[in-house]
C-alpha cells in the first residue's frame, strides 16, 4: 500500500486489517518542526506589565519625598544675610468681601530697614512700598491698590525666622488714599504677610493677610 508524501512500514494483521506506521526518520522531523514551532512561540510571548494596584515600594516614594531637588531648583535666603533692603513679589487668594466672588492678587514689595533683619532685639522698617494688583476669579474688575508710609509702632520676634512689625500704613482705594490703617508685616523665613484691617478699608482684602514672598 502506497501513501502519498509518507514513508510507511505495513504490516499484515489477522483480520485483514492494516496498520500504516510513520518511518523513524519522519517521525523524528515532526518532532522537530513541533519543537521549533513551540520556542518559536516562547519567544514570541510578550510579558504582561505590572500590574496598576502593585504597590509602589516605599523605599522609592522616601526617595522621592527626601529629593528636596524634586521640589525645584533652591534659591539663597535673603533674610539670613545682613541685607538692609528686602523685596520680592506678592501673589495670594483674598477671600470675597460682598458676594460669592474671591480676588487674585499679584505684585510688587520693597522694604528698607535700618540694619539688618536678624540678630537684633528692635530692627525697624525705615520705608515699605508695595503695589496689589487684583482681579475676580471670574477674570473681572481688574484694580490695583498702593500701600505705602508705613509707621511702625513695635516689633515682635518668634525666633530668628519670624519678625512682626506692627503699625500703621497709608492705602489707596478708588475714593482716594486712607491713611493711618492699622496693620502688620510679618516676615516667617522667606515669606510674607501683609495684615490690612479689615474694619478701616469696608472688608476689601478679606479677614486674612496678603501674602507673598521675600526674593534673592
Known sequence: MKVPGVLALVFAIAGGLVLIIPSSSNFKVALAQEEQQQQSNSNNTVSSPPSMTEAVPESSLNSVTNNQTAIGEPLPSPTQTNATMLSGEIGSIQAAHQGPFSWSTAGEWIMQ????????????????????????????????????????????????????????????????????????????????????????????????????????
Open 113 to 216: 530697614l535700618d540694619g539688618p533683619l536678624t540678630g537684633r532685639l528692635d530692627p525697624r522698617i525705615e520705608s515699605f512700598n508695595a503695589t496689589v494688583h487684583m482681579v475676580r476669579l471670574d477674570g473681572n474688575i481688574l484694580h490695583e491698590h498702593e500701600i505705602y508710609n508705613f509707621n511702625q509702632s513695635s516689633v515682635t520676634h518668634l525666633g530668628d525666622a519670624s519678625t512682626t512689625f506692627n503699625g500703621t500704613m497709608t492705602l489707596t482705594l478708588r475714593e482716594g488714599p486712607v491713611e493711618d490703617v492699622p496693620g502688620y508685616i510679618h516676615i516667617l523665613g522667606d515669606s510674607i504677610a501683609i495684615w490690612i484691617d479689615p474694619r478701616v478699608v469696608e472688608n476689601h482684602f478679606g479677614p486674612t493677610p496678603i501674602h507673598g514672598v521675600v526674593l534673592p
